[in-house]
T-cell receptor
């Protein structure tokens, strides 16, 4: 089954404790990205990757890191989480980095709480 | 810069009634427009999209939307609401050269009542 998976689905942590949220897609998609969803703000892009070893900042990249060492995986790293990073996070992928009109496939989300 | 405005963060309709969710966009270049739906505890799923050509777009689950360039709108409609339509709906825009980035509206929570 074609899908985007994220782990963990739920995470409660404390300020400053490094964490990684994994994202994996099995569709051989070039483009992957991370969004955060906050009430009243919709979804905002954190980082994106147009292919292996090619990543760039989105609209709200502060406090986050990413890597793309393999085509299928795009982990989101919070090296020193803070309470303002409490949010619902979504990973998404789409087939091509050259076009902007393809459907994006979203993972099920990771609800992160930073105390 | 692109932006999306969704009027009404919460919309309530009766089962069988018309669903109308409003979306207006701002874009300096021709946009690609999307509607995504988010069911509770799930990721977003594409309902429909407009790229070029026919301005009336049909999607899944009986939804459709019409691209009106003169009004910069892309409202989502469904003739008859069903209880299973209760979800949050997001309008989004992208454009050529925008690197696949989706700019989302703030979402509309649809409630369907008996």
């Amino acid at each position: 089954e074609a899908q985007v998976t994220q782990n963990p689905r739920y995470l409660i942590t404390v300020t400053g404790k490094k964490l990684t949220v994994t994202c994996s897609q099995n569709m051989n998609h070039e483009y992957m990205s991370w969004y955060r969803q906050d009430p009243g703000l919709g979804l905002r892009q954190i980082y994106y990757s147009m292919n292996v070893e090619v990543t760039d900042k989105g609209d709200v990249p502060e406090g986050y890191k990413v890597s793309r060492k393999e085509k299928r995986n795009f982990p989101l790293i919070l090296e020193s989480p803070s309470p303002n990073q409490t949010s619902l996070y979504f990973c998404a992928s789409t087939v091509s980095s050259d076009t902007s009109y393809n459907e994006q496939f979203f993972g099920p989300g990771t609800r992160l709480t930073v105390l | 810069a692109q932006s999306v405005t969704q009027l009404g963060s919460h919309v309530s309709v009766s089962e069988g009634a018309l669903v109308l969710l409003r979306c207006n966009y701002s874009s300096s270049v021709p946009p690609y427009l999307f509607w995504y739906v988010q069911y509770p505890n799930q990721g977003l799923q594409l309902l429909l999209k407009y790229t070029t050509g026919a301005t009336l777009v049909k999607g899944i689950n009986g939804f459709e939307a019409e691209f009106k360039k003169s009004e910069t709108s892309f409202h989502l409609t469904k003739p008859s609401a069903h209880m299973s339509d209760a979800a949050e709906y997001f309008c989004a825009v992208s454009f050529t050269g925008g690197g696949n980035k989706l700019t989302f509206g703030t979402g509309t929570q649809l409630k369907v009542e008996l």
